[in-house]
C-alpha cells in the first residue's frame, strides 16, 4: 500500500510571510496524482492544488505553489505572502493512476498569525 | 450549486442506538466515499462505492455498513453504536476530468459522531 508523510504536525507563520509543508509518499507505481487538501476548522475540505506525475513542472495556484520531486518522492507545499484565513489543517493525498480513493498523510496545522 | 451534503453535522447518541449517517450529492458522480477521520489525524478509507448497487470495504476496518441505491445518495449506517465509534465520518465523491485536469474529489462538512 502507498504511504504518505507528513514530518511536520504543527507549523506557525506570521502573516505576509512564505511557509512551506513537506511531504513525501512512497510508490512503486509511475503514474499518479498528488494533492494538498485544507481543512479550515469545523468546515468542508478544500482542494488546494493538484500535480500529476507525468508532469514535470510545478503546479501553481495563486500563492499555492509546489515543489514536486519525483525522483525523490517529495512533494513539498509552498504558501506565500500567508494570510490569516490560511490557518487550517492540511493533508497530502496520493491517487495511484489506476486508483480510486486517495490515500492521506496525517495532516500539518498551520497557524497564520498576526 | 453542485455541492454533496451530509447530516446531521453534530450527533450525539447512547451505546447501543442504530444510527445513520447521510450523505447526498448533486453533481451525478459515480464514484462515493466514506472517510473516518479522528481528532488530529489522518482519513481513513472505511467504504466506496463505483456506482449504483455497487459498494466495497476500504483500508480501514469499519463495523459500519453502506448502501447505493441512488447515485446521489450513499448512507452509513451503524446498527449498534459504540463508543470507539466516536469519531469524524466524511462523505466524499470524486470523477476523472480526463484532459480538463484530472480526477476532482469533493468533500462533505462531515459528521462528528459521539457514542456515550
Known amino acids: 500500500a502507498q504511504t504518505v508523510t507528513q514530518s511536520q504536525p504543527e507549523m506557525s507563520v506570521q502573516e505576509a510571510e512564505t511557509v512551506t509543508l513537506s511531504c513525501t509518499y512512497d510508490?512503486?507505481?509511475?503514474?499518479?496524482?498528488l494533492f494538498w487538501y485544507k481543512q479550515p476548522p469545523s468546515r468542508q475540505m478544500i482542494l488546494v492544488i493538484r500535480?500529476?506525475?507525468?508532469?514535470?513542472q510545478n503546479a501553481t495556484e495563486n500563492r499555492f505553489s509546489v515543489n514536486f520531486q519525483k525522483a525523490a518522492k517529495s512533494f513539498s507545499l509552498k504558501i506565500s505572502d500567508s494570510q490569516l484565513g490560511d490557518t487550517a489543517m492540511y493533508f497530502c493525498?496520493?491517487?495511484?493512476?489506476?486508483?480510486?480513493?486517495?490515500?492521506f498523510g496525517k495532516g500539518t496545522s498551520l497557524l497564520v498569525t498576526p | 450549486e453542485a455541492d454533496i451534503y451530509q447530516t446531521p453535522r453534530y450527533l450525539v447518541i447512547g451505546t447501543g442506538k442504530k444510527i445513520t449517517l447521510e450523505c447526498s450529492q448533486t453533481?451525478?458522480?459515480?464514484?462515493m466515499y466514506w472517510y473516518q477521520q479522528d481528532p488530529g489525524m489522518e482519513l481513513h478509507l472505511i467504504h466506496y462505492?463505483?456506482?449504483?448497487?455497487?459498494?466495497e470495504k476500504g483500508d480501514l476496518s469499519s463495523e459500519s455498513t453502506v448502501s447505493r441505491i441512488r447515485t446521489e445518495h450513499f448512507p452509513l449506517t451503524l446498527e449498534s453504536a459504540r463508543p470507539s465509534h466516536t469519531s469524524q465520518y466524511l462523505c466524499?465523491?470524486?470523477?476523472?476530468?480526463?484532459?480538463?485536469?484530472?480526477?476532482?474529489?469533493?468533500f462533505g462538512s462531515g459528521t462528528r459522531l459521539t457514542v456515550v
Open positions: 466524499a465523491s470524486s470523477e476523472f476530468e480526463g484532459s480538463r485536469g484530472g480526477p476532482t474529489y469533493t
Open positions: 510508490t512503486s507505481e509511475n503514474n499518479y496524482y
Open positions: 500535480q500529476e506525475a507525468y508532469k514535470q
Open positions: 493525498a496520493y491517487l495511484p493512476g489506476s486508483g480510486y480513493a486517495l490515500n
Open positions: 453533481m451525478g458522480h459515480d464514484k
Open positions: 462505492s463505483y456506482g449504483v448497487n455497487s459498494t
